[in-house]
């Protein structure tokens, strides 16, 4: 990053802010208020799952194990956006806990360096996550403010047009699931 290693704003657009905080370090945040479902019983790991499950158009496969109420395995297999520039495809296998917090829902977790699934072809790649936190923030019922800090491995080297791509991928997919869910009706 710069010398001065301030946050730069990397994508600000339909109430979606993506920064890039230091090297392989990125904050996202935005909300979701939908007045007439109560959405804290939403925040969970099947919200997870369903943020990818809305981005088939990014997503080739995504497949989350429960271990308990409060932990859970999630892998998921990009489409291989970058094969003619020789980029590998990429994959996560991450560990995720959900921990409930006085102001709302956390998720932490971080990649499972440990294993390979069976179902991820040999030659596409592992991203690798040091961390990532989630807070799920409920300021009422209805409105919930998500702020994520995703770290990545200090070895990965992100060039500036990939965290361009990525917001742009970001602000896709985190766009379908606030207009899923707002326009949910009871």
């Known amino acids: 990053m710069e010398t001065n290693d301030k946050p730069k704003i990397l994508l600000e657009k339909d109430g979606m802010k993506f920064v890039k905080l230091e090297k392989n370090k990125y904050n996202l945040s935005y909300s979701i208020e939908n007045k007439t479902i109560n959405l804290e019983p939403l925040i969970n790991f099947e919200l997870i799952k369903l943020i990818y499950d809305l981005n088939p158009d990014i997503y080739e496969k995504v497949v989350l194990n429960k271990i308990d109420e409060s932990e859970a395995n999630i892998t998921l297999l990009m489409k291989h956006f970058f094969n003619d520039l020789g980029i590998p495809q990429k994959y996560s296998h991450m560990s ?6 006085e102001q709302g829902i956390n998720f932490v977790g971080a990649s499972i360096f440990s294993e390979k ?3 991820i072809p040999s030659d596409v790649e592992l991203l690798p996550i040091n961390n990532l936190n989630i807070d799920c923030t409920v300021v009422s ?6 702020n994520c800090v995703i770290t990545f491995h200090n070895l990965l080297v992100i060039p500036a047009f990939i965290e361009k791509i990525m917001g742009i991928i970001i602000n896709k997919v985190f766009n379908r699931l606030k207009k899923f869910i707002e326009n949910i009706k009871m």
């Open 96 to 101: 995720l806990k959900q921990n409930f917090t």
């Open 117 to 119: 699934p069976t179902y």
């Open 141 to 146: 019922p209805h409105k919930v403010n998500f």
